[in-house]
């Protein structure tokens, strides 16, 4: 079932919000940024949020989860200077990234409000920013991406992995949205709006990988 809704979206502001039932969710599909977002009402709260980010199995001893992070930390390597220092946001309960990194001589602080909730490394800004299956959890990805955007030197990198929806995909059939803690959903147009509206350039390297670029001013 498909309705109008009239609350903002919590990316661009925007009224355009169509509403959209699924499997007894609803779901809110903008019509200028294109997020997509989970009914509020209807997110976990912080307690189950947390619970379900512990059945992860995240490890950096893991070659087959090491080999999927590459997507990320090879053309990252690639565009980075020798001793660049960056952040891991949203480690998770067992970083790995960052391993990767540091074995390539790169430093890279963490944080995550569940798993290591210090605020000491958002005050402080990187040459890169890593986001890594977190950008999908995001309940005010506004605030989010601003704050990532700030993060950054002029010409820093944020290497982002996330599913992206595409007019390809029927959202009813998406096995993305399975996931309970799962809010936020972008699109390829969300990304050209994200750089329009925060100074970004932005090059997909892989499906679900997408390289900002802040801009020099």
Same mark, same amino acid.
């Given at each position: 079932?498909?309705?109008?809704?009239?609350d903002?979206?919590?990316?661009?502001?925007?009224? @355009?919000?169509?509403?959209?039932?699924?499997?007894?969710?609803?779901?809110?599909?903008?019509?200028?940024?294109?997020?997509?977002?989970?009914?509020?009402a209807?997110?976990?709260?912080a307690?189950?949020?947390?619970?379900?980010?512990?059945?992860? @199995?995240?490890?950096?001893s893991?070659?087959?989860?090491?080999s999927?992070?590459?997507?990320?930390?090879?053309?990252?390597?690639?565009?980075?200077?020798?001793?660049?220092?960056?952040?891991?946001?949203?480690?998770?309960p067992g970083?790995?990234?960052?391993?990767?990194?540091?074995e390539?001589?790169?430093?890279?602080?963490?944080?995550?409000?569940?798993?290591?909730?210090?605020?000491?490394?958002?005050? @402080?800004?990187?040459?890169?920013v890593?986001?890594?299956?977190?950008?999908?959890?995001f309940?005010?990805?506004?605030?989010?991406?601003a704050?990532?955007?700030?993060?950054?030197?002029?010409?820093?990198?944020?290497?982002?992995?996330?599913?992206?929806?595409?007019?390809?995909?029927?959202?009813?059939?998406?096995?993305y949205l @399975?996931?309970?803690?799962?809010?936020?959903?972008?699109?390829?147009?969300?990304?050209?709006?994200?750089?329009?509206?925060?100074g970004?350039?932005?090059?997909?390297?892989?499906?679900?990988?997408?390289?900002?670029?802040?801009?020099?001013?």
């Open positions: 079932m498909t309705s109008a809704f009239k903002a979206c919590p990316l661009c502001g925007g009224a @355009r919000l169509v509403a959209v039932e699924i499997r007894g969710k609803r779901y809110f599909d903008c019509g200028t940024c294109r997020l997509v977002h989970l009914d509020p209807q997110r976990l709260d307690a189950a949020e947390r619970a379900h980010y512990t059945t992860h @199995r995240n490890d950096p893991d070659a087959g989860y090491r999927f992070l590459s997507r990320v930390a090879t053309p990252l390597f690639e565009l980075l200077e020798p001793g660049a220092a960056g952040l891991d946001y949203g480690s998770g970083p790995t990234l960052s391993v990767l990194l540091a390539k001589g790169f430093s890279v602080a963490l944080y995550d409000p569940f798993f290591a909730p210090d605020p000491a490394p958002l005050d @402080r800004t990187y040459d890169f890593t986001c890594t299956e977190t950008a999908e959890h309940f005010a990805p506004s605030l989010e991406f704050r990532l955007r700030r993060l950054l030197r002029p010409g820093g990198w944020l290497a982002l992995m996330t599913e992206v929806l595409r007019d390809d995909t029927p959202l009813d059939g998406w096995w @399975r996931d309970p803690t799962h809010v936020s959903f972008y699109r390829p147009e969300t990304f050209e709006w994200l750089g329009g509206a925060l970004f350039s932005h090059r997909f390297v892989h499906r679900n990988v997408v390289l900002l670029q802040a801009g020099a001013g």
